[in-house]
């Protein structure tokens, strides 16, 4: 299917904006965590560390609003990322309804911080001065210095201890409009995209939105930290989760990369379907059913996505198939698809079947039709024996959704054998679909308490 740019897909944008913005370095993510009240954002003492536009919604004082935490303004920035890096920047400042222009109170006004200044004026944008790194009441006489950017009275905080954190709210809530009572939002759908670093991630966002969201660049690693992104398909709420590429253990870097990974991995906590990105001209790598592994083990939906589909040497889509499940045997119900995030081939079957899957994994089977197929499974395939004991199933109760969880009760759960689980997994597989998502299978030997959710 062929993408139709701007049709089916429309950000929301329904909160707010507050977008943090200031020079390199000047502790900006430190004040998105801190602000946010988690380490949503890596906080490393390094120039230039935060990349894209990260965002996160803020409650205060009845306030809700959409948090923005950007990279460091560079005036004049290099050819490259850093020019991208600046253009998400910008974006950030056109989006916003307030600005916080963080500066850093120990380092004094720097010429860069000047240049910002101007940048803001001429946004046009509400603006709070904030000045970073006021560790203590001796260091709040140098805030008055920053009044000589003309954008009014800085406020003096210390991101890293949390001083100051309450004024800075409460005069960055005066600037925002009255909350208004709005019904609650219906629960999302969360997507996250993963997969090796450089197989076009952040491009394959930016495809499905239409616009340049995210970064995209040709340096691996260009996505550091996750980036949610809403967007409605269909009438219904999106979150796609944008990562940093998941890398071996053995080969994660120290700093900043091992944060990445391990965001990574968070994401697909998060989500409720996980779509692993390969290339398709370096094909299905050990390192792409390693990231498999990890969507198995958290009992996410999959969805495996042949990217650059338009540089493939064989485009046999039934032969890239077989070759895959041989390779994927140990997940058959992932949804293999193929796709072009550069021309927009095939991109929008990533929402269609992400929605299926997401369906699958909430669906309920009537307990009559479970008890039905279980017996049934039974008289064809029976159980086997353990020396002169033999299991015996009971009966099967469906516990839960996302993941779909069920629970045979048997005389004995120790005579349950892996091929026999596995057994049991694909005829409730033929009985009833659950394509795309794992299912939780639990044995209980007679009399064990059973949970229900």
Request: with cysteine.
């Amino acid at each position: 299917m062929q993408l139709e740019l701007g049709t089916g897909v429309g950000v929301v944008m329904s909160r707010p904006v507050v977008a943090i913005v200031g020079r390199p370095n000047v502790g900006k993510s430190t004040l998105f965590n801190r602000l946010l009240g988690e380490r949503r954002a890596i906080v490393e003492d390094l120039p230039g560390t935060t990349r894209d536009r990260i965002s996160a919604d803020v409650s205060w004082d009845q306030h809700l609003f959409t948090l923005v935490d950007s990279g460091g303004l560079e005036p004049k920035p290099e050819a490259g990322i850093r020019q991208k890096v600046r253009d998400q920047i910008e974006a950030a400042i056109a989006e916003a309804d307030v600005v916080l222009f963080l500066v850093d109170a120990r380092e004094g006004v720097m010429p860069d911080d000047e240049e910002v200044a101007e940048v803001l004026r001429r946004s046009g944008k509400t603006v709070v001065l904030v000045a970073n790194k006021v560790d203590n009441r001796r260091m709040e006489s140098e805030v008055f210095q920053f009044y000589r950017l003309g954008m009014g009275e800085p406020v003096p905080v210390s991101a890293y201890h949390g001083r100051g954190i309450e004024d800075l709210l409460q005069k960055v809530t005066m600037c925002l409009p009255p909350p208004s009572a709005t019904p609650p939002e219906p629960e999302a759908m969360k997507i996250a995209i993963v997969g090796r670093p450089n197989v076009g991630k952040s491009l394959l966002v930016n495809t499905l939105l239409g616009q340049e969201r995210l970064i995209v660049h040709d340096t691996p690693g260009t996505t550091r930290d996750m980036v949610d992104t809403v967007l409605e398909y269909e009438g219904e709420t999106v979150v796609l989760i944008d990562t940093a590429g998941i890398r071996r253990r053995g080969r994660i870097q120290r700093g900043v990369e091992r944060y990445s990974a391990a965001r990574a991995q968070r994401a697909i906590e998060r989500a409720d379907v996980a779509v692993l990105l390969i290339d398709a001209v370096e094909g299905l790598t050990a390192q792409d059913t390693h990231v498999l592994g990890y969507i198995q083990q958290a009992y996410k939906g999959a969805i495996l996505a042949v990217n650059k589909w338009d540089l493939a040497v064989v485009q046999d889509a039934d032969q890239w198939t077989e070759a895959i499940r041989e390779r994927t045997r140990f997940m058959p119900y992932v949804e293999i698809l193929f796709i072009s995030a550069k021309t927009g081939y095939g991109v929008m079957d990533i929402l269609a079947t992400a929605k299926k899957v997401s369906q699958e994994r909430a669906k309920r089977v009537p307990a009559a039709d479970l008890r039905t197929a279980v017996r049934e499974a039974v008289a064809a395939h029976l159980p086997p024996k353990k020396g002169p004991r033999k299991l015996a199933v009971l009966s099967a109760t469906q516990t839960g959704v996302s993941p779909p969880s069920f629970v045979f009760h048997v005389n004995d759960a120790s005579l349950v054998h892996f091929s026999y689980r596995r057994y049991l997994e694909n005829r409730l597989r033929q009985s009833f679909g659950f394509e795309g998502t794992p299912l939780r299978l639990t044995f209980k030997s007679k009399g064990e308490k059973v949970e229900t959710g």
